[in-house]
């Protein structure tokens, strides 16, 4: 069973730091791109970045660039995404998401396959 777990939300204050990990089940992430995704309460979903794991080039929105950085441990079939400086308009539930083709894209309905998604609160 192909399956996505997103673990590692939870409550921060401005300016603290959170990883959140996507770990994959059934199937391996190695030929995979893997995005990141969030949405805000009323909003739509928002790519955040994306990582090719055949070579691990990463990708990432303007308005997370220098702040978040996706990385990824094949050994653990698992994905990352570290996240610093956390300001309160970052409040989500973050997704991550797998696309096949080899190519990242910030359109989510080109990824097959989600997680259930974490919560991210940043609030003091």
């Known amino acids: 069973q192909v399956q996505l777990v997103e673990s590692g939300g939870g409550l921060v204050q401005p300016g603290g730091s959170l990883r959140l990990s996507c770990a994959a089940s059934g199937f391996s992430l190695d030929d995979f791109a893997i995005g990141w995704f969030r949405q805000a309460p009323g909003k739509g979903r928002e790519g955040l970045g994306c990582i090719i794991n055949t070579h691990g080039s990463t990708y990432y929105d303007d308005s997370v660039q220098g702040r978040f950085t996706i990385s990824r441990d094949n050994a653990k079939n698992t994905v990352y995404l570290q996240m610093n400086s956390l300001k309160p308009e970052d409040t989500a539930v973050y997704y991550c998401?797998?696309?096949?083709?080899?190519?990242?894209?910030?359109?989510?309905?080109?990824?097959?396959?989600w997680g259930q998604g974490t919560q991210v609160t940043v609030s003091s």
């Open positions: 998401a797998v696309k096949g083709g080899g190519r990242c894209a910030s359109y989510p309905g080109y990824y097959a396959y």
